[in-house]
């Protein structure tokens, strides 16, 4: 049998574990309206921009406000779990060849432009307003999956995988769009400085160096430092570490196998003592299957599944927190009728929907995809309409399309009313679809 990688890390504890961190999600999101708009107001500016924390060493500052730590560090290693997702997928899952991911690359694809081209059109006649056309192309997955989770079995597993694979697609679409469109001066020396380090990561890896310490060293000293001064956002450094994480395993499976055998056979062999202590054998043995399970294992599988809950159910949860609280001053209304926000949810809600559904269509109308099996059209049309959903990523990219704070928060006000409309249209369709299925 070929060396291949062992799936330690299944898709169905996947979609768990981003429905819990949804909801979660939720929570934080409601707390941190609450608190903005609260008598505490202050004390929620105070925290999140007026607190700074870092260090400086010579003409090196590392000072900011936790904010700015939250988006720059906390979000890039949110965006290396990404990164790692990516890969996986890529490598061994549902992108992994061109019958499985044309569909939801497609969708991906097309839940990005329609969304684009709608926000421009809404926007056309404010030059100033423009730049946030990346706003809207983004999906956020472990909101839709958590509401996904509500209809429990009356869902299709193949529908959550789907969505998954689809948001994976657009999470990648997202990275090129913020590396390519939001950055502003770049200081290719310090680019050049990140190129180095990740050409020391890229040799490790085809030499075999499987030390996860050796990555994160080299990717934080190396990549993520030189990435925070190169004018590149750093949150793309962390997407590019984990594209150099080994994806192999030490040893096959046919060969794990067989030394496990023998060292459980060497096990049940060895004499039972009278003490509730194990026999020095017995210890010795257990110590080499954990070596086995070691090799056994890819060290990108083995990250994942340390890292995903602590993004899932920690950084998007303090993320949502730290970036949902909008204060509102003045009228509600007219923030909602400004055109950034109105193509904000134009674009997330009506542009989604067209553009994943034309684009699904049209890849099972040229025969190049099918549906999946079990899924429905009218449950395709429903994961078009919970992909409205864009928080996360769409206000991290709300943060870089606009330096004028009023923008900001009019942006911010846009993506959580339409991610509500998306969230209410999606569910009830769905839990109508599902009904009729």
């Given amino acids: 049998m070929k060396n291949k990688p062992l799936n330690t890390f299944s898709i169905s504890r996947f979609i768990s574990e981003e429905a819990y961190g949804g909801i979660i999600l939720i929570v934080a999101t409601v707390a941190a309206l609450v608190w903005a708009n609260s008598p505490l107001y202050e004390s929620y500016h105070h925290l999140w921009h007026g607190l700074k924390v870092g260090f400086a060493w010579g003409e090196i500052n590392m000072i900011g406000s936790l904010h700015h730590w939250i988006n720059d560090g906390l979000m890039a290693l949110f965006f290396f779990t990404v990164g790692l997702e990516i890969k996986r997928e890529i490598m061994g899952g ?190 010795h043995l257990i110590a080499e299957i954990e070596q086995l399970n070691d090799k056994a294992q890819t060290p990108l599988q083995k990250l994942e599944h340390a890292l995903h809950p602590v993004t899932a159910y920690f950084i998007l949860p303090v993320f949502a927190l730290s970036n949902a609280g909008v204060h509102i001053e003045g009228s509600l209304f007219n923030m909602l009728l400004h055109p950034i926000s109105l193509g904000i949810i134009a674009g997330l809600v009506a542009g989604k929907f067209v553009g994943i559904s034309l684009f699904s269509r049209l890849m099972v109308w040229l025969k190049i995809a099918i549906l999946p099996e079990g899924v429905s059209w009218k449950q395709v049309y429903g994961v078009a309409l919970l992909a409205g959903i864009g928080f996360t990523m769409s206000m991290f990219i709300s943060d870089l399309a606009f330096e004028n704070e009023e923008f900001k928060q009019i942006a911010k006000v846009g993506i959580m009313s339409a991610s509500l409309i998306s969230a209410i249209t999606g569910m009830i369709w769905l839990s109508w679809g599902s009904k009729k299925s």
């Fill in 94 to 283: 549902e992108l992994s060849s061109l019958k499985k991911a044309s569909m939801p690359i497609a969708a991906a694809i097309g839940g990005m432009l329609i969304p684009a081209a709608i926000y421009a059109l809404v926007t056309v006649k404010y030059p100033e307003y423009i730049n946030g056309w990346g706003i809207p192309m983004a999906t956020d997955i472990a909101f839709a999956l958590g509401l996904l989770a509500l209809l429990g079995k009356r869902v299709n597993i193949n529908l959550k995988i789907f969505l998954t694979a689809l948001a994976i697609a657009d999470d990648l679409g997202a990275v090129m769009v913020i590396a390519i469109f939001y950055t502003d001066s770049i200081n290719f020396t310090e680019l050049y400085s990140a190129a180095f380090f990740l050409g020391i990561l890229i040799v490790a890896n085809l030499i075999g160096v499987r030390r996860t310490v050796f990555y994160a060293l080299v990717g934080f000293a190396g990549v993520w430092m030189a990435f925070i001064f190169s004018g590149i956002h750093a949150t793309i450094a962390g997407v590019l570490i984990a594209l150099t994480i080994p994806a192999r395993t030490k040893i096959s499976e046919d060969e794990y196998v067989v030394r496990l055998s023998k060292c459980i056979a060497k096990f049940k062999k060895e004499q039972a003592n009278d003490s509730r202590l194990l026999t020095k054998e017995q210890a």
